[in-house]
C-alpha cells in the first residue's frame, strides 16, 4: 500500500502519468472516491502516460470511453450512473477486462462483485480543497 498526496489537478495528473508506467495489457484499475476526488484528473494522466493525445472526460453519460492512440488502448468505465447488476452485466466487461488493454473503473465500489480479484484498487480522499490523497492498494 502506497498513499500519494496530491496539492492541485496538475499533480494528480502527474501521479496517473506515472502510473502508466506500471500497466500492461490485462491490467485493471479500480476507482473509489466521493465526487471531486481526482478519479478522472488521473485518469487523464494516465491515459497522457500511455502516449495518447486524447481528450479525457468522465464517462458517467456513456459509460464507457475507449482511447487507443497510445501504448495499449484505454477502457475507462464510469459505474455512476448504472442503476442494477443486469445493466452492468450487459456491458460484457470480461471483453475488456480480459482484452488486450488497460481497463479503468470509476465508482468500482458500486458493483465490486464485477471486479477480478487482480485489480489493482486506487482510492481517493479529499483532504482539503486542493488537496487529495490517493492509495495504490
Ligand atoms: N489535488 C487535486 N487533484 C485532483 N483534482 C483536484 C485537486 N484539487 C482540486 N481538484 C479539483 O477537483 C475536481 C476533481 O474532478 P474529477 O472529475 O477528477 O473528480 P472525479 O473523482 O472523477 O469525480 P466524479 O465522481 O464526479 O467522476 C476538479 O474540479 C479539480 O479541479
Ligand atoms: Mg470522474
Redesign the pocket.
Known amino acids: 500500500m502506497a498513499t500519494f498526496i496530491?496539492?492541485?489537478?496538475a499533480?494528480?495528473e502527474a501521479i496517473g502519468q506515472r502510473f502508466a508506467k506500471d500497466v500492461n495489457a490485462g491490467s485493471i484499475l479500480a476507482l473509489k472516491?466521493e465526487?471531486?476526488?481526482?478519479?478522472?484528473?488521473l485518469v487523464k494522466g494516465l491515459v497522457a502516460g500511455l502516449g495518447s493525445g486524447a481528450a479525457v472526460t468522465?464517462p458517467?453519460f456513456t459509460i464507457l470511453h475507449e482511447y487507443s492512440s497510445g501504448r495499449f488502448p484505454v477502457y475507462h468505465f464510469?459505474f455512476?450512473r448504472l442503476e442494477d447488476r443486469q445493466s452492468v452485466a450487459r456491458l460484457g466487461l470480461d471483453d475488456y477486462f480480459f482484452g488486450d488493454g488497460v481497463s479503468v473503473i470509476?465508482?468500482a465500489d458500486r458493483f465490486p462483485e464485477f471486479i477480478p480479484g487482480q485489480a489493482r484498487w486506487i482510492l481517493?480522499e479529499i483532504k482539503s480543497?486542493?488537496?487529495?490523497a490517493i492509495t495504490l492498494k
Open positions: 496530491s496539492n492541485n489537478p499533480e494528480t472516491g465526487l471531486g476526488s481526482g478519479k478522472t484528473q468522465s458517467t464510469d455512476f470509476e465508482w481517493f480543497e486542493n488537496t487529495r
